[in-house]
């Protein structure tokens, strides 16, 4: 097995609040290995979008870091000067937004901006910059593409500049590359062409794609190995055909329960989780899923659960997981 | 099955954006946002009306409720025709509509116990208690009474959500026209606001016409569903034969192109290549034609009439019955 | 139930948000004092502003006089406080009836038919393309110098202003979905004004009123400095600085009081408005939450 690509490990991040410190991350490890395509799914505070900022290095200013490392071939990004992390951003990781209208500056044409985006290749002239950003948009599905790099965003239409987007991404080469929600503003159809288009990057791809989303179909259809988030903390982790065929945590069964795709006979009431997110100001000392959870025991809300191995690389936080109850 | 509202050939076009200088090119070109569009809402019942954006179909919404002025067409209610806006004012006790964004649907700088009871206010329904009013209709959503004091930003996206269900059957309306009734809900509480939907439907008896892209959602909450494409029906039919038996390829791929959780499931293929085309650019013939896998010359040519292919189950396409999928 | 409680803290009250923060601490207490002197200023001055005392005139500051007093005599702090009367009045008066007509003209505008809003921004422009200090001269040259006028002449030059404001702000509301929902429910439009639409283009209207006055404090007193504003023997720090500078050598005191309370209204008003502006903005209070 590689060495890991990209590993965070034991992050913790606190917002500090007129209401206390906000734990929006606890402990959260993450790896990713060259050629792997990772999925983190999580709700609405789930923190994944905090764990996106951080992998970055852009958080906002409230934030701090209280534990955990962000290595990328071993370098730590948190321990880097802005600058050096500056350079890393870009060169070595780089993210596909989610509205791909607020990615580009509207009042530059799109081929200066993705000749702007090689800054870090040095001794590179502007020629072959220009000629791998052509190449770029048509890689990503851009026909014409020598034309499409004198508009400007909002002369396309939305696929494109998705597509144009994961090109702003592409063209800086990077290890890592980070989906944020990449499907998420767009509609049924480009959906699925923006899927294949990621499936077929992920095989041309030399690094590692690490796909945020609140959308199990996302996650299914294109992610090796997923994370699953709740309340700031993962609670399970493992291939995607053992997350989705036999998940160990309760909240990851309830979670694929709730998706109305797979449901073929509609059922009396539509399932849902009751109950919310417990407020992580601070948070609870027990399994945070816990008040919302059908298997809880007062255990459960006493103390926090352990990592229980289900089978290789399957891993989830909860003392009751099928076949591997954790003794009393 | 009676029928609660009817749209016959129903036509909206508006003026094509132009120039400062537009007056002085006389005889102003128009596009044609809806064509054509012949619907029936049954009381006690759910139209699914699906569409991707562009598709015009919240404008349908808008033109049913009077909020949009139609060029061609007639709409009824009850059987009876509206044809002037002091007959679409008659309406408004008994239709209602939810929009795509909860907070913004409610007034920033009103409490939401008053804005809840805006409805009996403005159609001068006598209200001993106003708080009590509004207490009763929180409580009937599943909201605590305390939320009347907050003010809209001060909810959540699902409190929102449900205040603004409380303000739509406020008055018992007899149509509930919801536009995207789970966007920006997280998964696991979408199903609350369906279930509720569809538990006050069945209590109250109200036809719901649910707008929306979502087609796993259409298919377990309505009974029949209705997709547009470029401002046209392009099928309609009961929801079960529907999504079993497609019979438009748009339809067919719309349904194959939903990304499935199941990694065992995961598609090799691309149902659907293409963008939908500008509305400002609507293709010759059938609307469909350049994305079609079907595609024939007679579809570049001539444009399909909506006709019956199984039993309530129409479809725009020339080769309905031949296509497999 | 999922959604009982989950909403984010209420937020403190308006006075309280500006009064925490010492730049707008400061704006607030300076306002105040300023209307306080205005308001109360028969009990606050010492003596009668325009009491003419020959014998004593250009005394220095002293205990009996702690301001001076100018070439008729008559003591300046009570000059000065009444003065504040007259440029609050005017400011408060001017622009508080053009922000009433500007609201009104500027909801007309935007909300009613296409025509009448095409002719009103029409007029509004017509308006606004006259040259403030030129108009008014103009306009004092006709009329007359006195506070009247002077308040006629900032009417006519801030309403389309503001208007413009309303209308825009009004035009961005007409189409927001909570108008629609209105009007799905079937409110009339003059409830919709009224009820949905007033309320939310008040607060930037507040704003740009209080960043408005210290301008108009200082046109009265420029105005009034030239001798075309308030009328003498009412006090104005306009005319009390004339005064000063036509004493200059015998009373050099009299300039800087005369000074001194143009600068803190001014520094007053612009902090509240500033203060107010941060304070009314929804964005900049969600980005405090979390």
Same mark, same amino acid.
């Given at each position: 097995m590689s060495t890991p690509l990209f590993e965070i490990d034991k992050l913790s991040l606190q917002y500090h609040t007129n209401g206390g410190a906000f734990h929006a991350l606890r402990d959260v490890s993450l790896t990713a290995r060259r050629g792997e395509v990772i999925g983190?799914?999580?709700?609405?505070?789930?923190?994944?979008?905090?764990?996106?900022?951080?992998?970055?290095?852009?958080?906002?200013?409230?934030?701090?870091?209280?534990?955990?490392?962000?290595?990328?071939?071993?370098?730590?990004?948190?321990?880097?000067?802005?600058?050096?992390r500056r350079r890393f951003r870009g060169h070595d990781i780089a993210v596909i937004f989610q509205d791909p209208m607020t990615a580009f500056n509207p009042v530059l044409p799109l081929g200066a901006q993705l000749i702007d985006f090689q800054f870090h290749r040095r001794g590179v002239s502007k020629r072959d910059k220009r000629q791998h950003a052509i190449d770029t948009l048509t890689h990503v599905g851009i026909a014409a593409a020598d034309k499409i790099m004198a508009k400007y965003v909002h002369e396309l239409s939305g696929g494109m500049r998705q597509r144009a987007a994961i090109a702003a991404a592409l063209v800086m080469t990077p290890d890592v590359l980070i989906a944020d929600e990449p499907t998420t503003a767009l509609d049924v159809t480009m959906e699925a062409q923006i899927i294949h288009l990621l499936r077929q990057l992920s095989h041309d791809h030399d690094g590692t794609i690490i796909v945020v989303t609140h959308h199990l179909g996302v996650i299914g259809e294109l992610c090796d190995r997923v994370y699953v988030m709740y309340a700031g903390q993962v609670v399970e982790e493992g291939p995607v055909d053992a997350i989705y065929h036999t998940p160990g945590h309760p909240y990851t069964t309830a979670l694929?329960?709730?998706?109305?795709?797979?449901?073929?006979?509609?059922?009396?009431?539509?399932?849902?989780?009751?109950?919310?997110?417990?407020?992580?100001?601070?948070?609870?000392?027990?399994?945070?899923?816990?008040?919302?959870?059908?298997?809880?025991?007062?255990?459960?809300?006493?103390?926090a659960p352990p990592r229980v191995q289900i089978a290789k690389e399957h891993a989830a936080w909860c003392f009751r997981v099928p076949g591997h109850e954790v003794a009393q | 099955m009676t029928a609660l509202m009817t749209a016959a050939n129903l036509d909206v076009s508006l003026p094509m954006p132009q120039s400062p200088l537009q007056f002085l090119t006389p005889g102003r070109a128009t596009i044609d946002i809806l064509r054509d569009i012949s619907l029936t809402i049954d009381a006690k019942t759910t139209l699914g009306l699906v569409g991707e954006s562009g598709s015009g179909k919240s404008t349908l919404a808008r033109a049913l409720l009077g909020l949009q002025p139609i060029s061609g067409g007639e709409i009824c209610f009850d059987q009876v025709p509206l044809t002037t806006p002091a007959g679409f004012q008659s309406l408004r006790r008994s239709t209602a509509m939810m929009f795509q964004d909860p907070i913004a649907s409610l007034s920033p700088r009103m409490r939401i116990g008053k804005q809840l009871t805006e409805p009996f206010v403005i159609h001068r329904v006598v209200m001993p208690d106003r708080g009590a009013r509004a207490a009763q209709l929180l409580d009937r959503v599943g909201l605590p009474a305390s939320l009347a004091?907050?003010?809209?930003?001060?909810?959540s996206g699902g409190q929102a959500r449900r205040v603004c269900v409380a303000r739509a059957l406020a008055l018992s309306p007899r149509l509930l026209?919801?536009?995207?009734?789970?966007?920006?809900?997280?998964?696991?509480?979408?199903?609350?606001?369906?279930?509720?939907?569809?538990?006050?439907?069945?209590?109250?008896?109200?036809?719901?016409?649910?707008?929306?892209?979502?087609?796993?959602?259409?298919?377990?909450?309505?009974?029949?569903v209705a997709i547009m494409?470029?401002?046209?029906?392009?099928?309609?039919?009961?929801?079960?034969?529907?999504?079993?038996?497609?019979?438009?390829?748009?339809?067919?791929?719309?349904?194959?192109?939903?990304?499935?959780?199941?990694?065992?499931?995961?598609?090799?293929?691309?149902?659907?290549?293409?963008?939908?085309?500008?509305?400002?650019?609507?293709p010759e013939g059938c609307e469909f034609h350049n994305r079609c896998r079907f595609a024939q010359d007679l579809c570049r040519q001539h444009p399909p009439e909506l006709r019956e292919v199984s039993a309530g189950q129409f479809a725009r396409c020339h080769y309905a019955e031949t296509l497999t999928k | 139930m999922s959604c009982v409680d989950e909403s984010p803290a209420r937020a403190p009250g308006l006075i309280r948000k500006l009064a925490r923060d010492p730049v707008g601490l400061a704006g607030l207490i300076l306002v105040l004092g300023f209307l306080s002197m205005a308001v109360f200023a028969p009990y606050l001055a010492p003596y009668d502003p325009i009491k003419i005392d020959v014998l004593n005139k250009f005394q220095p500051p002293s205990p009996a006089h702690p301001a001076g007093t100018d070439q008729l005599g008559r003591d300046t702090l009570s000059r000065i406080i009444f003065g504040a009367r007259t440029a609050l009045t005017i400011a408060l008066v001017s622009t508080g009836l053009a922000g009433v007509f500007g609201l009104l003209l500027g909801m007309i505008?935007?909300?009613?038919?296409?025509?009448?809003?095409?002719?009103?921004?029409?007029?509004?422009?017509?308006?606004?393309?006259?040259?403030?200090?030129?108009? @008014?001269?103009?306009?004092?040259?006709?009329?007359?110098?006195?506070t009247n006028t002077l308040i006629f002449v900032i009417l006519?030059?801030?309403?389309?202003?503001? @208007?413009?404001?309303?209308r825009a702000q009004t035009l961005s509301l007409k189409n927001s979905d909570f108008i629609m929902a209105e009007r799905t429910m079937g409110a009339s439009h003059i409830r919709i004004i009224l009820w949905h639409v007033l309320p939310n283009v008040v607060g930037p209207l507040v704003i740009v009123l209080s960043m408005d006055i210290p301008v108009v404090i200082m046109l009265e007193a420029g105005l009034s400095y030239l001798n075309?504003?308030?009328?003498?023997?009412?006090?104005?720090?306009?005319?009390?600085?004339?005064?000063?500078?036509?004493?200059?050598?015998? @009373?050099?005191?009299?300039?800087?009081? @005369?000074?001194?309370?143009?600068?803190?209204?001014?520094?007053?008003?612009?902090?509240?408005?500033?203060?107010?502006?941060?304070?009314?903005?929804?964005?900049?209070?969600?980005?405090?939450?979390?």
């Amino acid at each position: 097995m590689s060495t890991p690509l990209f590993e965070i490990d034991k992050l913790s991040l606190q917002y500090h609040t007129n209401g206390g410190a906000f734990h929006a991350l606890r402990d959260v490890s993450l790896t990713a290995r060259r050629g792997e395509v990772i999925g983190i799914v999580g709700e609405s505070g789930s923190g994944k979008s905090t764990l996106v900022s951080a992998m970055i290095g852009l958080l906002s200013a409230n934030a701090y870091i209280t534990n955990g490392s962000v290595k990328i071939n071993d370098t730590d990004l948190l321990t880097l000067s802005e600058r050096k992390r500056r350079r890393f951003r870009g060169h070595d990781i780089a993210v596909i937004f989610q509205d791909p209208m607020t990615a580009f500056n509207p009042v530059l044409p799109l081929g200066a901006q993705l000749i702007d985006f090689q800054f870090h290749r040095r001794g590179v002239s502007k020629r072959d910059k220009r000629q791998h950003a052509i190449d770029t948009l048509t890689h990503v599905g851009i026909a014409a593409a020598d034309k499409i790099m004198a508009k400007y965003v909002h002369e396309l239409s939305g696929g494109m500049r998705q597509r144009a987007a994961i090109a702003a991404a592409l063209v800086m080469t990077p290890d890592v590359l980070i989906a944020d929600e990449p499907t998420t503003a767009l509609d049924v159809t480009m959906e699925a062409q923006i899927i294949h288009l990621l499936r077929q990057l992920s095989h041309d791809h030399d690094g590692t794609i690490i796909v945020v989303t609140h959308h199990l179909g996302v996650i299914g259809e294109l992610c090796d190995r997923v994370y699953v988030m709740y309340a700031g903390q993962v609670v399970e982790e493992g291939p995607v055909d053992a997350i989705y065929h036999t998940p160990g945590h309760p909240y990851t069964t309830a979670l694929i329960d709730c998706d109305l795709v797979h449901l073929d006979e509609t059922p009396r009431t539509l399932p849902t989780i009751p109950g919310r997110v417990p407020d992580l100001a601070p948070p609870p000392a027990g399994c945070a899923f816990a008040n919302r959870c059908e298997k809880a025991q007062t255990r459960c809300f006493a103390s926090a659960p352990p990592r229980v191995q289900i089978a290789k690389e399957h891993a989830a936080w909860c003392f009751r997981v099928p076949g591997h109850e954790v003794a009393q | 099955m009676t029928a609660l509202m009817t749209a016959a050939n129903l036509d909206v076009s508006l003026p094509m954006p132009q120039s400062p200088l537009q007056f002085l090119t006389p005889g102003r070109a128009t596009i044609d946002i809806l064509r054509d569009i012949s619907l029936t809402i049954d009381a006690k019942t759910t139209l699914g009306l699906v569409g991707e954006s562009g598709s015009g179909k919240s404008t349908l919404a808008r033109a049913l409720l009077g909020l949009q002025p139609i060029s061609g067409g007639e709409i009824c209610f009850d059987q009876v025709p509206l044809t002037t806006p002091a007959g679409f004012q008659s309406l408004r006790r008994s239709t209602a509509m939810m929009f795509q964004d909860p907070i913004a649907s409610l007034s920033p700088r009103m409490r939401i116990g008053k804005q809840l009871t805006e409805p009996f206010v403005i159609h001068r329904v006598v209200m001993p208690d106003r708080g009590a009013r509004a207490a009763q209709l929180l409580d009937r959503v599943g909201l605590p009474a305390s939320l009347a004091d907050r003010y809209p930003h001060e909810l959540s996206g699902g409190q929102a959500r449900r205040v603004c269900v409380a303000r739509a059957l406020a008055l018992s309306p007899r149509l509930l026209i919801a536009d995207e009734p789970t966007a920006g809900l997280d998964v696991s509480v979408q199903g609350e606001i369906l279930n509720l939907l569809r538990q006050i439907r069945d209590e109250t008896g109200l036809a719901l016409l649910i707008i929306t892209h979502n087609l796993p959602m259409v298919r377990h909450v309505s009974d029949h569903v209705a997709i547009m494409y470029l401002g046209r029906l392009i099928e309609t039919g009961p929801t079960r034969t529907v999504f079993a038996n497609p019979k438009h390829p748009y339809t067919q791929n719309l349904i194959a192109s939903k990304p499935q959780p199941d990694p065992r499931k995961r598609r090799s293929d691309l149902a659907i290549k293409g963008e939908i085309p500008s509305i400002l650019r609507r293709p010759e013939g059938c609307e469909f034609h350049n994305r079609c896998r079907f595609a024939q010359d007679l579809c570049r040519q001539h444009p399909p009439e909506l006709r019956e292919v199984s039993a309530g189950q129409f479809a725009r396409c020339h080769y309905a019955e031949t296509l497999t999928k | 139930m999922s959604c009982v409680d989950e909403s984010p803290a209420r937020a403190p009250g308006l006075i309280r948000k500006l009064a925490r923060d010492p730049v707008g601490l400061a704006g607030l207490i300076l306002v105040l004092g300023f209307l306080s002197m205005a308001v109360f200023a028969p009990y606050l001055a010492p003596y009668d502003p325009i009491k003419i005392d020959v014998l004593n005139k250009f005394q220095p500051p002293s205990p009996a006089h702690p301001a001076g007093t100018d070439q008729l005599g008559r003591d300046t702090l009570s000059r000065i406080i009444f003065g504040a009367r007259t440029a609050l009045t005017i400011a408060l008066v001017s622009t508080g009836l053009a922000g009433v007509f500007g609201l009104l003209l500027g909801m007309i505008a935007g909300f009613g038919p296409r025509l009448l809003d095409n002719f009103l921004v029409l007029v509004f422009d017509a308006f606004s393309s006259l040259p403030m200090i030129m108009f @008014a001269l103009a306009v004092i040259t006709v009329l007359g110098p006195g506070t009247n006028t002077l308040i006629f002449v900032i009417l006519i030059v801030s309403i389309p202003g503001y @208007a413009r404001l309303i209308r825009a702000q009004t035009l961005s509301l007409k189409n927001s979905d909570f108008i629609m929902a209105e009007r799905t429910m079937g409110a009339s439009h003059i409830r919709i004004i009224l009820w949905h639409v007033l309320p939310n283009v008040v607060g930037p209207l507040v704003i740009v009123l209080s960043m408005d006055i210290p301008v108009v404090i200082m046109l009265e007193a420029g105005l009034s400095y030239l001798n075309l504003g308030v009328r003498p023997p009412t006090p104005s720090w306009g005319n009390i600085l004339y005064d000063g500078y036509t004493s200059l050598r015998f @009373a050099p005191t009299m300039v800087i009081v @005369a000074g001194i309370p143009l600068v803190l209204s001014t520094i007053g008003f612009t902090f509240l408005g500033e203060r107010l502006r941060d304070a009314l903005d929804p964005k900049i209070q969600i980005r405090g939450l979390r």
